[in-house]
């Protein structure tokens, strides 16, 4: 047995927005961290120009100018006080599209978050379900060979918080997972631990598009916010003042007839004159949320409801596994948190059974006895970093090390192991 | 330069949260471990919430280190001296640790320099702990009193069974560090690191810093150590310390950075292997344009770029290439 098993493996979830790390069998990460490199540029000019000549001078001011980087709300300050750093953005839309800033994203999430060395531990990382077989070879190439880790596991983010889903003391492996992020949403069938691929729905609509829709609210309506501020500052009234409603119309009624009870306001700091300012949340407070219900208030066009997308989702899985996908639909992601979130969902997905049943039992009469579909919505308090959540409880297990693809079996052959990962006890 | 601080980043975040909140009732339970293998536990109950139990426990120390009760050699002194007021030191510590302290918050200083200055000091407990018999020796160098264990070798842990090795002199003090990496062209790169290291000491500008030098072979002052405690794979490493480099607050920083000299060199090492592979992955990225406007056109559709992997090219390869 090797020494590194002996120790808690890091477990890494890279989300688009926000990356959660820590160690396994903790209950929440160490650091959640805007997933963000930046970089000083001109560096990267010049390494274009490929010489043999000076190759040694090249390396080292390659290796100190590579050094010159900083991650997460470091990496957003140190972009907004010199011009030399660019802000890089390692994952699009829950895929990996550039992975230098990946390779560094993870060097300081290691080294200077963590402060771990990386050869001491076994890895668990993330990835959505709809990566592709050779981002998870890149992602082995740098974790085996740049960082020398002794073992690594890729898991599939829904699955893992499945994992994370307890509602009782058993670990329910079948259920729909509806991962409400900051840059992708997708709703993902599982079936005993496994990605039921051909189901799986994406929707438009993510975190950050209920931000930019309160900050067009709030500055529609001629609120003074600093605009180099706007974003942040429509981000943390969201986190801080938004719920989900259930009717708007009767909600902006409330509001109309008791502005003191629901209007609120935000006090914040002029950055640059330091002037205080004040600036009313109203409306947005429900209206931000509603995006998912009622997408086309924001995006103009007709796009599907996020509950009619999760109806959709079942209805395409297999016959067998439909009533066990409605019975679990397991919340994962910070957009989730949004109060009621669950209630809303629950019920608009209800309504949609419900009257495809009443449909159904229209067209057939009453002899044909439809057994009532049971929707559950489930949320937990830990649904904010379900994911990583779900991995470090896994990754806990002893089934996971022997699950993990090690670095022998890397060398011996090669990358392609990394393609597939194998679902372990534990995870059904 | 990369550089490792010498506080904990979770530890002084959760102490400075905890801090801020004090009057609000918490149960904290966290385990993480750091490199080196140094653990740390804390616990924060519901009932007591302005206590927090902080437990460490150090790599397992090699045949030739002396602990005395779990410790390195004056590290009781050290953290008594260092968290005066605040600490008591639990005998016996936490099941499976070396040490447990339990910290009362509530008891910090007023002053928001004076409690910053010491939280990030308990952030940094594992210098304090670790570092202590480096501190004892350099403290006695900088204040030009005989070292009670002159021109004796002494051992101190800094990873899981391997130690470093300091001698005090009259007027000077030697350290040694013996090498060592797991992974093969770690080693490589290593060796070349430091040799890089000792050239880059020699050069203007830096002729205040240690005197430096690597050798393949244990160097004489070694002689006396088992062999065991001797087997390198990158060579051995040896400062030379002045009275000049431990001035006043000058002493904190170079027990630090020689204690965390090991972490810094594979520190260094994984940067560098980053950075060749970003640079190969640009390769890989150009030949595979290259090709793609090289094909005739009715194929040129099909090669796309989404093959970056640089499988196939190991590190061993592009260094021979590279330097060819
Ligand atoms: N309490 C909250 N209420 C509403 N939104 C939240 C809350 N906490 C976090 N968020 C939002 O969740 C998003 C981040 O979710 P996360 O699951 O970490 O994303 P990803 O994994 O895609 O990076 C951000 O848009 C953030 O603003
Ligand atoms: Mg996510």
Redesign the pocket.
């Known amino acids: 047995m090797d020494a590194a098993t002996s120790r808690p493996a890091v477990v890494i979830?890279n989300?688009?927005?926000?990356?959660?790390m820590g160690f396994a069998g903790n209950i929440e990460p160490s650091f959640?961290a805007p997933?963000v490199v930046a970089v000083n540029e001109s560096f990267l000019n010049q390494g274009r120009t490929p010489s043999k000549a000076n190759w040694q001078a090249q390396h080292s001011a390659g290796v100190m100018a590579d050094l010159d980087f900083y991650i997460g709300d470091e990496a957003v300050a140190k972009s907004r006080s010199s011009s030399s750093y660019n802000l890089s953005y390692p994952i699009r839309h829950?895929q990996v599209d550039n992975w230098d800033a990946m390779e560094r994203f993870w060097q300081q999430c290691i080294f200077e978050y963590l402060r771990c060395d990386p050869e001491d531990h076994y890895f668990l990382l993330t990835e959505s379900p709809m990566t592709a077989p050779e981002s998870r070879e890149y992602t082995g190439e740098i974790m085996f060979e740049t960082f020398n880790v002794p073992g690594l596991y890729i898991a599939v983010q829904p699955v893992l918080a499945l994992a994370a889903g307890y509602t009782t003391s058993k670990c329910e492996m079948t259920g729909v997972v509806v991962?409400?992020?900051?840059?992708?949403t997708s709703v993902v069938p599982v079936a005993e631990g496994y990605v039921i691929g051909s189901s799986i729905k994406s929707f438009p609509l993510?975190?950050?598009d209920?931000?930019h829709f309160i900050e067009q609210l709030i500055r529609e309506r001629g609120e003074h916010i600093p605009s180099e501020d706007s974003f942040e500052v429509a981000?943390k009234i969201?986190?801080t003042y938004?719920y989900t409603c259930s009717d708007i119309v009767k909600e902006y009624n409330k509001y109309d007839q008791e502005p003191a009870k629901y209007i609120k306001q935000w006090k914040g700091i002029k950055p640059k004159t330091r002037a205080p300012y004040t600036c009313d949340i109203g409306y947005e407070r429900f209206m931000g949320p509603e995006i998912f219900f009622n997408p086309e208030i924001y995006s103009g066009d007709t796009s599907t409801p996020l509950p009619s997308v999760v109806d959709k989702c079942i209805q395409s899985a297999p016959i067998d596994t439909r009533r066990a996908l409605y019975k679990n639909v397991v919340l994962?992601?910070?957009?989730t948190?949004?109060k009621d979130f669950n209630r809303r969902l629950q019920r608009d997905i209800k309504k949609i059974v419900d009257e495809r049943m009443q449909a159904t039992t229209a067209r057939h009469g009453e002899e044909l006895k439809v057994q009532p579909v049971e929707v559950n919505v489930v949320s937990h308090p830990i649904q904010?970093?379900a994911?990583w959540f779900g991995g470090s409880v896994l990754a806990s297990t002893p089934e996971f090390f022997a699950a993990c693809h090690t670095k022998a079996d890397y060398e011996e052959y090669g990358s392609t192991i990394c393609r597939t990962n194998p679902v372990f006890k534990g995870m059904y | 330069m990369i550089l490792l601080q010498s506080s904990s980043k979770f530890l002084l975040q959760t102490l400075l949260n905890r801090v801020n909140n004090l009057e609000k009732a918490v149960e904290l339970d966290y385990q993480w471990v750091e490199f080196g293998d140094v653990r740390y536990h804390i616990q924060v109950t519901m009932k007591n919430p302005q206590y927090l139990s902080l437990s460490v426990s150090l790599p397992i120390p090699p045949p030739e280190t002396i602990f005395y009760g779990g410790l390195p050699v004056g590290a009781l002194e050290a953290i008594k001296a260092a968290y005066i007021g605040i600490v008591q030191i639990l005998d016996p510590p936490r099941d499976g640790f070396n040490l447990t302290l339990k910290l009362n918050l509530s008891k910090l200083p007023a002053q928001d320099e004076q409690r910053q200055v010491l939280l990030v000091k308990i952030a940094s407990v594992r210098e304090v702990v670790l570092g202590a018999p480096l501190a004892v020796v350099l403290r006695s160098l900088s204040s030009k009193t005989v070292s009670p264990n002159l021109n004796q070798l002494v051992a101190i842990v800094h990873r899981p069974k391997e130690s470093f090795f300091v001698l005090p002199q009259a007027e000077k003090v030697t350290v040694i560090f013996p090498m060592r990496f797991k992974d093969s062209i770690d080693t490589i790169l290593a060796t070349s690191f430091l040799q890089e290291l000792i050239e880059a000491r020699r050069s203007a500008g830096l002729q205040n810093a240690p005197l430096c030098s690597w050798s393949l072979s244990p160097p004489p002052e070694l002689k006396e150590v088992p062999a065991e405690a001797l087997s390198a794979n990158a060579g051995f490493v040896t400062f030379v310390i002045y009275p000049r480099h431990v001035e006043g607050k000058k002493l904190e920083k170079t027990v630090w950075s020689l204690s965390t000299f090991h972490a810094y060199a594979s520190y260094h090492v994984k940067c560098s292997e980053g950075f060749m592979h970003s640079r190969m992955r640009r390769r890989v990225d150009s030949l595979i344009q290259a090709l793609d406007r090289a094909k005739p056109d009715s194929e040129a559709s099909m090669g796309t770029g989404q093959s970056k992997s640089f499988k196939g090219l190991s590190l061993k390869d592009s260094r021979t290439n590279s330097s060819s």
């Open positions: 979830d989300g688009t927005g926000y990356s959660k959640i997933t829950g991962d409400v992020g900051d840059g992708a993510t975190g950050t209920v931000t981000r969201k986190e938004c994962s992601g910070g957009s948190m949004l904010r970093y994911v």
